[in-house]
Structure formats: structure tokens, C-alpha cells
């Protein structure tokens, strides 16, 4: 796409106060008005993850790359690159960048690129470290002309998302028979998934059973996860506490 560069769109209106005979025509009345075209850059950011699966406090790497893809140079370009909650700089690099600005530790990055020729690539690497967290997180970075105030970039002044997905052991449970009579007996299981590649320690839970849900110390409960299973006062709860894990993708103790 194109577009042209410094120059003005210019737009008159006028109006006749008519033309009478008697006195001969009237003067026409004019109103003009300039409004400057933008500059046009076609600047494009893009940005990656290495790892879109990372484990709990692991880490994962941003690769974001700006490219002019115009036929002239630009200049004045700044980058900035908020990260998600929770996530922080570990390093950052780019070669060509200057002034930039990836305190580990900090959770912003920032930096002026250099003038860009028609077809040049700037790439910043970013290494991050992972929130303990779990869920779904979303990033992206920014590109900025600074006094450049009229400026259209067909390229877009922000980058994709990149998506990561921090990964932690789940947790669900059943009842086997889901349905009893009143005063019977149903086995409940609980069954913890760890989709990561490495053991997880120290898992734990506590289940507060509705009014009128028991459960029993006799037979004891079991486990195959390691820890201890105890049984709250009056069977109103079930605890467990120091539970392990293994790395296996997808292993399920119970």
C-alpha cells in the first residue's frame, strides 16, 4: 500500500449573494481550508514466543521484529513493550537498538531503533521469567513516532498478541455411583493431572463437603500421590497436604 507524503488537501466553498439585475453581479464569497495529508510509513512490528507452554516460574523468550517495508527511510521510531502481571526481565538484546532499556527485574521494555532503509529488519530478543501463577497470558508491543504527529503507518502501530499459557497441575474430583440412596455410600476420587515435564512438590487441598455429606475414617482414606489424607471433624471436610507429583506429561495420581 501507498499513500503520498507532504502535501495538503485543499477545499474552498463560496456563495453568490445572487445576481440582480439592476445593480449587477454581486461578488462572490470564499472560504478555504487546508488540512495536511500524513506521512506514510509502512513500518511492520511482529512478535513471537519460543515457549507458549511455559512451567510455573519457568521462562520464555520474545522475539519481536520491526521491519520497514517502504521504499524510504524512517527515523524517530520508539519501542515499548509492557509486559503481562507477574512477568519480569530477565535480558534483553538487540543489536542495532540504542538507549535500550530492560532492567531484569523490571516488567517494561523500551527502546529508540535506529533509522530504518527500505527493507531493513531490527529483532529484540526478550527473556522473561514466568509467573508461579497458571492461566492464559496475552502480550504485545508498541511502536511510536514521537513528534512525528502526523504520521500514518499502514503497517500498524502494534504488534500480534503473543499468547502464553502458563501450565499447573490440575485438580478434579468425582463420585462413583454419582447417584445413592439416602444413607448410602459413594467412593470420592480425586485426581490431580500435571501437564508439565517436572515433578511438582508440596500439593494440597481441602474439600468442605456440603450439610449432610459425611465423610468416613473407616476404611481409611488412600493415596497414591504421596503426603496425607485426614479426615476433618465430624467428616465434614477431607485435607490433603504435602502431595508429589511426578514429571510424566499427564501422569494422574489419585
Known amino acids: 500500500s501507498s499513500c503520498t507524503s507532504d ?33 506514510c510509513q509502512q513500518i511492520v512490528i511482529s512478535k513471537t514466543v519460543d515457549n507458549p507452554a511455559p512451567a510455573p516460574g519457568g521462562q520464555a523468550t520474545f522475539t519481536i ?25 530477565n535480558n534483553a538484546t538487540c543489536a542495532l537498538c540504542s538507549s535500550l532499556s530492560a532492567t531484569p527485574g523490571s516488567s517494561t521494555l523500551t527502546t529508540a531503533l535506529p533509522t530504518l532503509t527500505p527493507g531493513e529488519v531490527v529483532t529484540i530478543v526478550l527473556v522473561v521469567n514466568v509467573p508461579a501463577v497458571g ?12 513528534p512525528q504527529t502526523n504520521v500514518y503507518n499502514s503497517g500498524g502501530n502494534t504488534s500480534n498478541t503473543a499468547q502464553v499459557q502458563v501450565q499447573t497441575p490440575t485438580l478434579s474430583k468425582a463420585f462413583n455411583p ?36 459425611v465423610a468416613l475414617t473407616s476404611p481409611a482414606p488412600t493415596t497414591s500421590c504421596g503426603g496425607s489424607v485426614q479426615i476433618g471433624a465430624g467428616g465434614s471436610s477431607i485435607i490433603f497436604s504435602n502431595g508429589t507429583i511426578n514429571g510424566s506429561v499427564g501422569t494422574s495420581p489419585t
Open 135 to 146: 492461566g492464559s497470558y496475552q502480550n504485545a508491543a508498541t511502536i511510536d513516532f514521537g
Open 178 to 213: 454419582s447417584t445413592v440412596t439416602s444413607g448410602g455410600m459413594s467412593v470420592l476420587t480425586f485426581t490431580i493431572v500435571n501437564p508439565l515435564g517436572n515433578s511438582v512438590s508440596g500439593l494440597q487441598f481441602t474439600d468442605t463437603l456440603p450439610t449432610g455429606l
Open 65 to 89: 521484529k520491526v521491519q520497514n517495508t517502504g521504499g524510504s527511510s524512517v527515523s524517530g521510531i520508539t519501542l515499548t513493550d509492557p509486559l503481562p502481571n507477574g512477568f519480569t526481565i
Open 7 to 39: 502535501q495538503n488537501l485543499v477545499n474552498a466553498a463560496y456563495f453568490d449573494q445572487g445576481i440582480v439585475p439592476l445593480y449587477g453581479s454581486q461578488p462572490l464569497f470564499y472560504r478555504v481550508s487546508s488540512l495536511p495529508l500524513p506521512t
